[in-house]
C-alpha cells in the first residue's frame, strides 16, 4: 500500500510531470482549440502523455484541467465543465492504474480574468469558480490540489480557500515570478510565501514564466522564508520564437543539469512547465532521484503583508497606525455613516504618510452593519494603500469577512485568555492565516503582575498550538492600564514585555497611548513610556504616527539601538536637508508624493478667490481661515467662492483653462469649504444642498476617472452627490433613482460594449424613476449616440454636468450653444 | 517623459501648458515612473486572406475593411500587446479618491507613456524583421476602425497575454490592467511601393470618432 504524498516528501524527492499544452499541439491540437476538451475527445492521447511522464519517473501527475472552470466553460457551452474534470482525473488515474505507481494533482490554473477593483471578477465568485471545480475533481479521485501558475496572490487565495473548504486533500500552491522576483501583480516573494503558508499550504513554490536558470536566484529567496516544502517547476528555458514555433534557449541536458543544482539547493519537489517533455523530466529524475531530501526548516518569523509587501515583525519596533478608528471623533463616526471611503482613506494616507507600516482598522459604531462596513473599508484601503491592515473589532462576523476578503495576511486584533475568545478567533487564524494580538487577560480580569500576564501568555500559547497556530503568529499584548490610576501600572506592563521575550521567547504589542489617560501633555508621557517600552523589548505599538513625540521616540530609539544603520533614517528625518521634510510637521515622509502647493511662493496677502483661480490647496485653507474671522460663511462662500469657481468654469468652457486646472481649483475650493463646514458645525448651522445626484459607471465598465471628475466639481457646486461607483447593475441604479427621489441621474461609459448597459439603465430609469433627469457622457459618446439611446443629456465635459445639473436643479437657463445642451 | 503628448491628451494645445500645470506633470511622470511595470509580449502567425474579405491570421478570423487595407501584401502578421501592469491602475485610482487633478494628470501621462513603450517595442520587433529582409506594417488595434473588439479574447489567448505579462479581458471586453494596448502588424517582404499610403503612423484616419477631442490633424 502506498503511503500519503505527504510522507513521500518527507522521505525523498519528489518528482512532478512536465508540460501538457506544447505535447497537445504536436498531436494536432489547434491554436484556439480548449486543451481541455481533449479529456473526453482524446482521452487516449491524455492516458498516453501521463503515461509517458510516469515511465519518465515522474511521480505527481497534473490533471489536464488547468482552463477547465465555469468561466472558460459557460453553463450551456458545447462541453460540460463537469464532465471534462471528471474525465481529466480518470485519464490520469487510468495511467497510475497502468503504471502501479503515482499520484494525480487536480490542476487549478487562473481563471483568466483580473480581480475586482481593478478588474470584474469579484473574490466570492473566483471562491465560487474554483469550488466547483475542487468538488468534482476530488470526488473524481485526485490524491491532492495543484493551484498553479497564479500571478496574483489574491487569485491564488480564492483557489486555495475552495481547495480547502471543499476537500480535504493536501493543497500545493506555485506561483509565476518575473526576474525581479515579483508577482505581476507586485507581490514580492516574501509576502507571498507569507500569504500562502498563512493560508495552511501544504507545499508552495514557483512554476512557469522562466526557465531553471533564472529560477534560483527567486529559489533562493524562497528558501529563506518558506517552512514548508518548496516546488520547482520551471519552463524549458527562456522562450524566442524561431519560424513561428517557440523554440528554448537551452535543452533537456542542460534543463536536468540546472534543476539538479536546483535539487542541492534545497527543492523538495520538482518538475517542469511550458516546453518540458517527458524527456526532459527522464533526465531530471535521473540526476536528481537519489539525493537527499531535506526538508526546510521552520523559519518561526512573524510576518504580515499587504498585496505588495510583508512587514516582519521582531526586534526592529513596527508602527501600527491607531487613527482609523471612530472612538471619540465625530466626523469619523458621520463619514461612516455616510459611506464618506475619501475621509477613511485620507486617514489612512497621512499615517502612511508619517511613517506607519501597518493600518489598525475599526470601524465599529453602534447601530451600523459592522461586517459590511468592514468589508467595504478592507476592500477600499487595500485597493489604495499597500500596507497591511490591522482588523480590528469584536465583531466576530465582521472578522472573518474581512479576514476572508484581505489581500495578504493580516494582523487580528484581538483574542484574549478566554476560553471563549479562543475558541471564536483560533479557528479564523488557522483558516485564514493572520498574525493575532493576544490581550494578557482572562476570565480572572487582568493579572496585576506580570507572572500573572505571564501565565495568561503561556495558556494562549498552548490553547494556539491546539489549533496548529505557532508562537510566531501570536503577539502578547502586555496590556498598558493608565498610570494616573497606578502608579506600579507602567513597570507590570515594562516587566511583562521583557519577560514574555526572555523567558517565552514571544513577540510583544502594545496601544501605547492608553498610558497617559487623565493627564495633561498626555504626549509627553506617552513619548516616554513608548521609548522604555521599546526598551524593553516591545516589537511592534499601536500609536497615533502622525505625532510627533512618538515618531521622534521611534527614530530616536532606532538610532540608539543599532537599528538603524549610521543614523541615516533619523537624519534622513530630522537632518533638514534639500527636501526640508525635517520640519515638516510631525516629520512627513520626504518623496512620496510632492509638495501640493505646485506654484512657487504666493504672496502672502493673496485673497481665497485667487487661491482658488490659481488651485492653492494649503493657502485657500489658510486664507478661509483668516476670512472667518471677520465675515460670515455664507457671505465667503457667495461673494469669495463661488465666483472664483464659476471664473475657472468660464475659463474652462472658453478653452483658457484646462482640465488639471479646473481640477486644482476644485480642490482649493473644497479644502475651503472643509474649513467653513467645520465652522458652520460649530455654530450649529449647516450648509444647504442644492440637491442629491446620483453618479454611476453603467454595468460592465471599470473606468471610472470621468464619473469622479464630475463628482468632485457638483460638490464644489454644493450638490449632494451620491456615489454608486463603477459596474453598477442598471437595477440598483434605477432602484436607488426611485428610493431617493433624485432629480437627476449621471451616467458613464467609457466604451462601445458597455452603452448597451447605459441604455438599459436609462430604460429601467423611466420605469422607476420618470421624473428623473437623465445626463451622460464618456469617450465613445457622442450628442447623437446619446439621443438615440434616451438620454436626456449629452455632457461633452464635466463642466457641462455641472451646466445641466443647474438647469434641471435651479432652473438656470444653458446658454445658447453651450456645451452639453439638452438632446431633447 | 512625454510632457507635449501628456499635455495633448489633457486637451492643452501647443504652449500652452501654465508653469504650475508643467511641474504637476512632471512630478507625475517621475511618481509614474516608479510605478509602472512596463512588459509586453509578441508571437508570429500566418495570414490568409479569402475571397469573401474575410482574414485568417491563424488563431483567429475576422472581417474588417481598414485592417485589410492595412495588411494588403503581407503574409503573416505579429500579434502584440503591452501594458503598464496594475501598479498603474492603482497610482491612478488612488489619486481619484484623493486627488483628481493628480489622477487625471497620471491618467494622461500613463497613456502617453504606453503609447511611448509601445513605439520602443515596435521599433525592436521592426528592426529584427529587417534583418530578416521584412518590414513590418503600422500596429493596428481591436476596436479601431471596424477591427471589432471580440477578437480580443482569441488574440490575447494566443499570445498567453494573461500569464506572461497580465492582460485579463473583462466580460464587456476590456482589458484589464487598463492601460494596456493589444496589436496587429502585418509582415510584408519588402519595403517602399507596398506600404506606401497605408503608413498612418500615428495617425487617427480610420477612427470613426470624428468629434474626438484628442483627434489629430492630418499632418
Same mark, same amino acid.
Given at each position: 500500500?502506498?503511503? &500519503? ?18 505535447? %497537445? ?28 511522464? %510516469? ?13 477547465? $472552470? ?15 474534470? +471528471? ?26 480574468? %483580473? ?36 500571478? =496574483? ?53 514557483? $512554476? ?28 524549458? @528555458? ?99 455613516? =455616510? ?39 478592507? /476592500? ?11 482588523? =480590528? ?14 489581500? @495578504? ?60 497556530? @505557532? /508562537? ?53 508621557? $506617552? ?9 524593553? @523589548?516591545? $516589537? ?19 538610532? %540608539?539601538?543599532?537599528? =538603524? ?70 457671505? *465667503? *462662500? ?35 469649504? +472643509? ?21 454611476? &459607471? ?12 464630475? /463628482? ?20 440598483? *441604479? ?26 438599459? &439603465? ?63 | ?219
Amino acid at each position: 500500500m502506498r503511503g &500519503t504524498i505527504m510522507e513521500e516528501i518527507r522521505r525523498r524527492k519528489v518528482f512532478f510531470d512536465g508540460g501538457m499544452g506544447s505535447l %497537445l499541439q504536436a498531436r494536432g491540437l489547434k491554436a484556439g482549440e480548449l486543451p481541455e476538451t481533449w479529456n473526453l475527445l482524446h482521452p487516449e492521447i491524455l492516458r498516453q502523455i501521463h503515461g509517458d511522464y %510516469l515511465g519518465a519517473g515522474c511521480d505527481i501527475l497534473t490533471t489536464n484541467t488547468f482552463g477547465a $472552470n465555469r468561466i472558460k466553460y459557460p453553463a450551456g457551452g458545447a462541453f460540460s465543465l463537469k464532465e471534462i474534470t +471528471e474525465a481529466g482525473v480518470a485519464n490520469a488515474r487510468e495511467a497510475v492504474k497502468e503504471a502501479g505507481r503515482g499520484y494525480v494533482a487536480l490542476d487549478l490554473g487562473p481563471t483568466g480574468k %483580473l480581480l475586482k477593483p481593478l478588474g470584474d471578477l469579484d473574490f466570492d465568485h473566483a471562491c465560487a469558480v474554483y469550488k466547483e471545480v475542487v468538488e468534482t475533481g476530488s470526488r473524481a479521485g485526485a490524491d491532492l490540489v495543484l493551484v498553479e501558475t497564479m500571478s =496574483d496572490g489574491y487569485e491564488a487565495k480564492a483557489a486555495i480557500l475552495a481547495a480547502k473548504e471543499n476537500c480535504g486533500l493536501p493543497v500545493f500552491a506555485t506561483m509565476i515570478f518575473d526576474q525581479k522576483g515579483k508577482l505581476l501583480t507586485g507581490g514580492s516573494v516574501e509576502s507571498t510565501v507569507a500569504l500562502l503558508e498563512g493560508l495552511g499550504v501544504d507545499a508552495l513554490g514557483i $512554476n512557469c514564466g522562466l526557465g531553471p536558470v533564472q529560477m534560483k536566484e527567486i529559489l533562493k529567496e524562497l528558501l529563506k522564508y518558506a517552512s514548508v516544502p518548496v516546488i520547482v517547476n520551471p519552463n524549458a @528555458g527562456l522562450p524566442r520564437s524561431q519560424d513561428g514555433r517557440t523554440v528554448y534557449d537551452i535543452d533537456e541536458n542542460e534543463f536536468a543539469a540546472v534543476m539538479e543544482e536546483i535539487a542541492d539547493m534545497g527543492a523538495n519537489v520538482l518538475g517542469g512547465c511550458c516546453g518540458t517533455t517527458p524527456g526532459h523530466i527522464k533526465k531530471l529524475v535521473e540526476r536528481c532521484r537519489d539525493k537527499e531530501q531535506r526538508l526546510p526548516a521552520r523559519k518561526g518569523r512573524t510576518v504580515v503583508s499587504s498585496y505588495t509587501h510583508a512587514v516582519v515583525i521582531d526586534r526592529d519596533p513596527v508602527i501600527i497606525g491607531e487613527r482609523i478608528n471612530p472612538t471619540g471623533k465625530s466626523r469619523f463616526k458621520q463619514a461612516l455613516r =455616510d459611506h464618506n471611503l475619501e475621509y477613511i482613506l485620507q486617514e489612512g494616507v497621512t499615517q502612511e504618510d508619517h511613517g506607519a507600516h501597518v493600518l489598525d482598522v475599526n470601524v465599529g459604531l453602534p447601530g451600523i452593519d459592522e461586517a459590511g462596513m468592514m468589508e467595504e473599508v478592507v /476592500k477600499e484601503l487595500q485597493s489604495v494603500i499597500d500596507l497591511p491592515l490591522q482588523i =480590528d473589532t469584536s465583531d466576530i462576523g465582521a472578522m472573518e469577512r474581512a479576514m476572508r476578503i484581505y489581500n @495578504g495576511k493580516p494582523l487580528i486584533n484581538s483574542v484574549n485568555g478566554k476560553e471563549e475568545s479562543m475558541k471564536a478567533i483560533f479557528p479564523l487564524v488557522k483558516h485564514y492565516g493572520g498574525v493575532v494580538v493576544a490581550l494578557a487577560l482572562d476570565e480572572g480580569g487582568i493579572p496585576d503582575t506580570a507572572q500573572g500576564r505571564l501565565e495568561i501568555a503561556k495558556k494562549i500559547y498552548a490553547t494556539a498550538a491546539e489549533y496548529g497556530i @505557532g /508562537k510566531e503568529d501570536i503577539l502578547i499584548d502586555g496590556l498598558c492600564l493608565t498610570v494616573s490610576s497606578d502608579s506600579k501600572g507602567a513597570l507590570t506592563t515594562l516587566e511583562t514585555l521583557r519577560r514574555v521575550r526572555d523567558e517565552l521567547g514571544g513577540k510583544t504589542i502594545l496601544g501605547v497611548s492608553n498610558i497617559s489617560f487623565g493627564l495633561p501633555q498626555r504626549e509627553i508621557i $506617552n513619548g516616554a513610556f513608548f521609548t522604555m517600552a521599546m526598551a524593553s @523589548g516591545l $516589537n511592534a505599538a499601536i500609536i497615533n504616527p502622525n505625532s510627533q513625540a512618538m515618531m521622534q521616540s521611534y527614530y530616536s530609539f532606532r538610532a %540608539l539601538s543599532d537599528l =538603524d544603520s549610521q543614523c541615516g533614517d533619523y537624519i534622513g528625518m530630522y537632518g533638514g536637508g534639500p527636501s526640508g521634510a525635517g520640519e515638516a510637521p510631525g516629520g512627513l515622509k520626504a518623496g512620496r508624493r510632492g509638495p501640493r502647493e505646485v506654484l512657487g511662493p504666493a504672496p502672502g496677502s493673496m485673497g481665497l478667490g485667487d487661491c482658488i483661480r490659481r488651485g492653492l490647496k494649503e493657502k485657500a485653507h489658510e486664507a478661509v481661515k483668516a476670512l472667518l474671522k471677520e465675515r460670515e460663511a455664507l457671505d *465667503i *462662500i457667495n461673494e469669495e467662492m463661488i465666483p472664483a469657481l464659476d471664473n475657472v468654469g468660464k475659463g474652462f468652457e472658453k478653452g483658457t483653462v484646462f482640465l488639471p486646472q479646473l481640477l486644482m481649483s476644485a480642490e482649493a475650493a473644497k479644502a475651503a469649504f +472643509e474649513v467653513i463646514k467645520d465652522e458652520m458645525a460649530r455654530n450649529g448651522q449647516s450648509q444647504e444642498k442644492k440637491g442629491t445626484i446620483i453618479l454611476a &459607471t453603467v454595468k460592465g465598465d471599470i473606468h471610472d476617472i470621468g464619473k469622479n471628475i464630475v /463628482k468632485v466639481l457638483l460638490e464644489n457646486y454644493s450638490y449632494q452627490v451620491v456615489d454608486l461607483g463603477k459596474d453598477v447593475p442598471p437595477e440598483k *441604479i434605477a432602484q436607488e433613482a426611485a428610493d431617493r427621489k433624485v432629480p437627476l441621474v449621471g451616467l458613464s461609459a467609457l466604451m462601445t460594449t458597455t452603452v448597451p448597459g447605459m441604455e438599459e &439603465t436609462i430604460r429601467l430609469l423611466r420605469e422607476s424613476a420618470p421624473w428623473a433627469k437623465v445626463m451622460v457622457g464618456g469617450a465613445v459618446l457622442t450628442e447623437e449616440y446619446a439621443r438615440t439611446i434616451g438620454a436626456d443629456c449629452y455632457c461633452r465635459d464635466a463642466m457641462a454636468s455641472v451646466n445641466y445639473a443647474e438647469s434641471v436643479i435651479l432652473g438656470k437657463e444653458l446658454e445658447h450653444g453651450e456645451k452639453g445642451a439638452g438632446t431633447r | 517623459m512625454n510632457v507635449e503628448e501628456t499635455l495633448r491628451y489633457l486637451g492643452y494645445g501647443r504652449g500652452q501648458g501654465d508653469l504650475q500645470t508643467l511641474k504637476l506633470v512632471e512630478e507625475c511622470w517621475q511618481e509614474l515612473e516608479q510605478a509602472a511595470a512596463r512588459r509586453s509580449c509578441f508571437r508570429e502567425y500566418p495570414l490568409a486572406f479569402s475571397d469573401s474579405g474575410q482574414l485568417d491570421l491563424g488563431c483567429f478570423q475576422t472581417k474588417s475593411l481598414a485592417l485589410s487595407k492595412n495588411l494588403k501584401g503581407c503574409q503573416a502578421v505579429v500579434l502584440f500587446a503591452a501594458t503598464l501592469g496594475v501598479q498603474t491602475d492603482i497610482l491612478i485610482r488612488r489619486y481619484s479618491r484623493l486627488e483628481m487633478s493628480r489622477a487625471v494628470v497620471l491618467q494622461a501621462a500613463a497613456a502617453a507613456m504606453l503609447e511611448d513603450y509601445c513605439d520602443q517595442v515596435n521599433e525592436e520587433i521592426r528592426q529584427e524583421y529587417e534583418k530578416k529582409g521584412l518590414s513590418l506594417r503600422p500596429r493596428f488595434s481591436p476596436g479601431y476602425g471596424d477591427f471589432p473588439l471580440e477578437c480580443q479574447p482569441a488574440l490575447l489567448g494566443a499570445l498567453e497575454a494573461g500569464k506572461r505579462v497580465g492582460i485579463t479581458l473583462t466580460d464587456s471586453l476590456l482589458m484589464a490592467p487598463s492601460k494596456s494596448v493589444t496589436a496587429v502588424i502585418g509582415v510584408s517582404p519588402a519595403e517602399g511601393s507596398a506600404a506606401e499610403g497605408l503608413c498612418i503612423g500615428k495617425g487617427c484616419g480610420s477612427c470613426g470618432k470624428r468629434d474626438c477631442a484628442y483627434r489629430r490633424e492630418k499632418s
